[in-house]
């Protein structure tokens, strides 16, 4: 995807992530890391104002570039992402509810007043019951109706707790445990690589077999973002863990659990425990270490402890044979703790990963202990949303094709769509110039890469299919009960799809989304309505100014087709290398002078961007803007496009692009992005600029600037 970090954040259990992004930070939950959406943090910011306002000023729109946001005392060529969004930066401020701002929150911001809208339609409706129209109103409302919420109080957890206080043996452990697995993570699309749920199950095509589902299994059971937050040595993640403790023994308390600071120390010294177990962030991108396809018998040999018979009998796949495991050493290590740690710990983890992810459909103190951790500490922001924001980002994440439906309709014109795709024909186009083009990839392999190309799925504002919510059941008065029963539900509706063909045309976004993915098992990329608007996409804009921004976005997801994750999948979706190993040779090469580029760039003391973390991302930028540059240059026949407002074709290009990124976003959130997340932060995506040669002709860059890099040094590699 373009940008990263997650989503919903309506804490892990409710939302479950599936409706898809308009990133809220309701509660809790721990990181979910977006990988591939193009954004990074920016996107968490999402969500927002709507009607209430924003601090952020946006300029009028000008169809083009926006000439107010630059900041003309800072020299292209020293920092592209401050000349061009300095003086942006410089008048806005990060409301107090928000871990950032920034174009992917303000096109949010445009995104959730339209649904809201929808929302309140169909409130108004008086839609018959079992409809969408009806459902969207009814969890909209249970979830606003707090006085409901605090008359209820504990009760709803009541029947979830005594089945804990229940588990005597192993086996009830096992059995608690399975009943618990969701399909809440997603490992190649959205890039969700966290569960506080024991493991994560996502149902998708096989490696080997793309034609069919099949279920792999994640490293989980944290609820904190990653392992790092419980293992990091650093100063901060030091402080983040001292305010854990209270929190946890807090949450423990609320859940009505006696001697609450002792169970909260075992709570945190068995997650430290997992988080020991688990692989990181860069190894779980990598695909050759994902490839391991385990039979039933494989469990209790090559990850003895958990009554694994039990766990999936639980999990309602006591049938199913063959999983995917895509953590195996984390499989492992958690199943020997499952053993070895006391039930009574695990009983006390259970309840508190029950309270914490439900946290934002229980009374308000539930709620805001949450926040007071997650929200706070963990990102810096001060204040929780307004509850409407809150309730349209639950509206979206556990209906978000029924609202995805109305809002395609009403806000995605037939035009509209209809000049995307030329823009993404133009685009592919240029791929396959440039690929034509290309010295070090070897005949075969160029082949390949042309026939991906050729069967690409490329999906524009909206799904050709919509999900089906008849056997999702939402009550007006129920709002811990529509959260439980949507995760359930939709575990249950992927779990259903294991061994069933694959629907290649299948999205993974919703149309309100502000974002776009690439999806490798369908060979396939989302573009979705809420994203192609201004500034990104404005049927009124200049050329230069549409392919720099929009341009560079279309192309970004078709270089994931290629990169070192796309290598690894064939024009028909299958775990196939299609690579000879010169072409890998010189692909590294390159990969390793661009991972260099990025360590380098330090935005903490201390603290450096991850080269290898964010390489794909990176990569994916780089190509995204040379093919957008092609398709720009060859949408005016090869010359350069108008001057406008003083600035050249090409210089609107590039400031178009570098506006993409403008962005604001507090410190915490930034810490969390550095560690957690797939894409680089804001700023240095700008400067990717840096590699273009094109842009030091357009803005004369001269040598001894801060981002001159000599022709050498410039890393091309499609
Ligand atoms: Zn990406």
């Not at 968490?44 to 104002?49: H, I, M, Q, R, W």
């Not at 809440?184 to 959205?190: A, F, H, I, S, T």
């Not at 192609?532 to 200049?542: E, H, I, T, V």
């Given at each position: 995807m373009i940008s990263g970090l997650?989503?919903?954040?309506?804490?892990?259990?409710?939302?479950?992530d599936h409706g898809e992004s308009l990133m809220i930070f309701v509660s809790s939950n721990a990181g979910r890391v977006k990988l591939c959406l193009f954004a990074g943090c920016v996107l968490?910011?999402?969500?927002?104002?709507a009607q209430t306002a924003t601090a952020v000023k946006n300029p009028p729109a000008t169809h083009g570039i926006a000439v107010a946001n630059i900041d003309r005392s800072v020299k292209p060529g020293d920092n592209f992402y401050l000349y061009a969004n300095g003086a942006w930066i410089a008048r806005t401020e990060i409301p107090a509810d928000r871990a950032g701002v920034g174009v992917f929150s303000l096109l949010a911001d445009r995104s959730n007043k339209n649904v809201a809208a929808i929302i309140t339609e169909a409130a108004k409706s008086q839609a018959p019951a079992g409809s969408s129209k009806r459902k969207i109103a009814d969890l909209y409302n249970a979830f606003m109706d707090e006085q409901a919420i605090e008359a209820r109080g504990m009760k709803a957890l009541e029947p979830h707790l005594a089945e804990i206080a229940a588990i005597h043996d192993r086996h009830d452990l096992a059995v608690a445990l399975g009943k618990t697995?969701?399909?809440?993570?997603?490992?190649?699309?959205?890039?969700?690589?966290?569960?506080?749920?024991l493991f994560g199950a996502w149902i998708a095509p096989g490696f080997s077999d793309s034609d069919h589902y099949i279920p792999y299994l994640l490293q989980g059971g944290l609820e904190m973002p990653s392992a790092s937050y419980y293992l990091d040595d650093s100063a901060h993640m030091k402080d983040v863990r001292a305010k854990y403790a209270p929190h946890v023994e807090a949450m423990l308390r609320l859940a009505g659990l006696d001697d609450p600071a002792a169970r909260a120390e075992r709570v945190i010294a068995l997650e430290h425990a997992l988080a020991e177990t688990h692989i990181s962030l860069a190894d779980i991108e990598d695909i050759a270490k994902a490839n391991n396809l385990w039979t039933r018998a494989d469990f209790p040999a090559k990850a003895p402890g958990l009554d694994w018979d039990a766990y999936f009998e639980a999990a309602g796949l006591?049938?199913?044979?063959q999983f995917m495991v895509w953590t195996p050493t984390a499989l492992t290590g958690e199943s020997a703790l499952v053993a070895s740690t006391p039930i009574d710990t695990w009983k006390d983890w259970l309840a508190f990963h029950l309270i914490e992810n439900y946290a934002s459909v229980l009374p308000r103190a539930v709620a805001q202990e949450n926040f007071s951790f997650f929200g706070k500490v963990l990102t810096g922001v001060s204040e929780q949303r307004p509850r409407w924001q809150l309730g349209v980002g639950l509206v979206n994440a556990n209906l978000g094709d029924a609202v995805g439906q109305i809002y395609a309709q009403k806000y995605f014109s037939p035009e509209a769509k209809a000049q995307a795709q030329a823009m993404v024909a133009n685009l592919i186009a240029a791929y396959h110039k440039r690929l034509d083009a290309l010295t070090w990839l070897a005949p075969s392999t160029r082949a390949e890469a042309q026939a991906k190309l050729n069967t690409l799925y490329v999906g524009i504002g909206y799904p050709e299919t919509w999900k089906d919510y008849s056997a999702y059941e939402v009550r007006p008065d129920d709002a811990f009960g529509n959260s439980w029963r949507a995760s359930l539900w939709y575990y249950h509706t992927q779990i259903a799809r294991i061994g069933k063909p694959v629907?290649?045309?299948?999205?993974?976004?919703?149309?309100?989304?502000v974002n776009a993915v690439n999806l490798p098992l369908q060979n396939a990329l989302n573009f979705p309505a809420a994203i192609?608007?201004?500034?990104?996409?404005?049927?009124?804009?200049?050329a230069a100014v549409n392919y720099g921004a929009i341009g560079s976005v279309i192309g970004h997801e078709i270089s994931h087709t290629f990169d070192a994750e796309g290598s690894a999948f064939d024009s028909k979706g299958r775990v196939r290398n299609w690579w000879r190993p010169e072409d890998h040779a010189h692909f590294e090469q390159q990969a390793e002078k661009l991972e260099k580029q990025y360590d380098a760039y330090e935005p903490f003391a201390g603290l450096h961007v991850n080269g290898k973390q964010t390489i794909d991302e990176n990569i994916a930028d780089l190509g995204g803007i040379a093919a957008a540059y092609d398709g720009y240059r060859a949408s005016q026949h090869g010359a350069e496009g108008p001057t406008r407002d003083g600035f050249t074709g090409d210089q609107q290009f590039y400031i178009a692009f570098g506006q993409n990124w403008g962005s604001k976003a507090r410190e915490a959130m930034l810490r969390r992005q550095i560690l957690t997340d797939g894409h680089s932060p804001a700023q240095y995506r700008a400067d990717t600029v840096r590699n273009s040669d094109a842009w030091y002709k357009a803005f004369d860059v001269q040598p001894g600037q801060a981002l001159y890099l000599a022709p050498d040094d410039r890393v091309r590699i499609w």
């Open positions: 997650p989503a919903i954040v309506f804490s892990k259990g409710p939302s479950q968490l910011a999402a969500v927002a104002a697995l969701r399909a809440d993570v997603d490992l190649l699309n959205n890039g969700v690589f966290s569960t506080s749920n006591g049938g199913q044979q629907d290649r045309h299948e999205w993974c976004m919703t149309p309100q989304t192609l608007q201004p500034p990104f996409f404005d049927p009124k804009a200049p």
